[in-house]
């Protein structure tokens, strides 16, 4: 038995290092006996480094503070209709983010656009027409 796999080895061998010197490949073969076929030259290879969990910050505002501020003006948002959210206290970027992912989870993604107006400080969403 263990012939049949010595052939198939020496085969193996052979038609990679046919591939090799076409310049197709590198090739390096370990067998179990410890002996080695071909000139790949390998690296250790690194150890696994399980990833890190992330925690979350601090909150920048009192939990529902920016929703309780937000809902009034996108809740009653019919199709085909703009409202213009002013910032206030809270950064537009946050505030933008919030609005973005309360319109997608209830009106769907590609349902709206969003935009920060620079010159009244107000985050602008439009909901497209059905």
Same mark, same amino acid.
């Given at each position: ?8 080895? *020496? #085969?193996?061998?052979? $038609?990679?290092?046919? /591939?090799? @010197?076409?310049?197709? /490949?590198? &090739? ?10 071909? $000139?790949?030259?390998?690296?250790? +290879?690194?150890? &696994? ?13 009192? +939990? ?11 809740? @009653?948002?019919?199709? $085909?209709?703009?409202? @213009?959210?002013?910032?206030?206290? &809270? ?9 973005? +992912? ?6 769907? #993604? ?11 400080? +107000?985050? *602008?969403?439009?909901?497209?027409? @059905?």
């Amino acid at each position: 038995m263990e012939q049949i796999f010595q052939k198939m080895l *020496e #085969k193996a061998v052979k $038609d990679l290092n046919t /591939l090799q @010197s076409h310049k197709l /490949l590198s &090739f390096k073969v370990v067998t179990a006996e410890g002996g080695e076929y071909g $000139d790949l030259v390998t690296k250790k +290879a690194k150890k &696994f480094k399980a990833k890190t969990s992330r925690t979350r910050g601090p909150a920048k505002y009192p +939990a529902g503070e920016l929703r309780n501020y937000i809902m009034p003006f996108v809740e @009653s948002l019919k199709p $085909d209709q703009i409202v @213009s959210i002013p910032t206030g206290t &809270f950064l537009p970027e946050v505030v933008r983010g919030n609005v973005c +992912a309360w319109c997608s989870k209830v009106w769907g #993604k590609g349902t709206y656009s969003s935009t920060y107006n620079k010159t009244t400080k +107000a985050i *602008e969403i439009y909901r497209h027409a @059905s």
